[in-house]
């Protein structure tokens, strides 16, 4: 089992920065490809970026490429996600998340999930 534990959320200003730190227990996060998502109130989660296992390569959704950076330190078992040039259609609940099947968008490609992380922009 692998226990993952979002943090760093919060409420900043359009065009501002946060940094997600997402922790894992349980089980070397080595072992998996990692993914965040985002679910904002009355939408379906949705994929936002994919770390491979090495950290060596990275994916995003088109809504944040060129604004978040997905990064991972599997000596300290976290996974990161900087936000920069927040837009108020960024704020959602931030979920990481386990894969052990490669690159996905789908949720159900994905095994552990963290609580979630609310991130509120305003305008």
């Known amino acids: 089992q692998v226990q993952l534990v979002e943090s760093g959320g919060g409420l900043v200003q359009a065009g501002g920065s946060l940094r997600l730190s997402c922790a894992a227990s349980?089980?070397?996060?080595?072992?998996?490809?990692m993914g965040w998502f985002r679910q904002a109130p009355g939408k379906e989660r949705e994929f936002v970026a994919y770390?491979?296992?090495?950290?060596?390569?990275?994916y995003y959704a088109d809504s944040v490429k060129g604004r978040f950076t997905i990064s991972r330190d599997n000596a300290k078992n976290t996974v990161y996600l900087q936000m920069n040039s927040l837009k108020p259609e960024d704020t959602a609940v931030y979920y990481c998340?386990?894969?052990?099947?490669?690159?996905?968008?789908?949720?159900?490609?994905?095994?552990?999930w963290g609580q979630g992380t609310q991130v509120t922009v305003s305008s």
């Open positions: 349980g089980r070397p996060l080595s072992r998996y490809g």
């Open positions: 998340a386990t894969s052990s099947l490669g690159y996905s968008q789908s949720t159900a490609s994905y095994g552990y």
């Open positions: 770390i491979t296992r090495s950290g060596g390569i990275t």
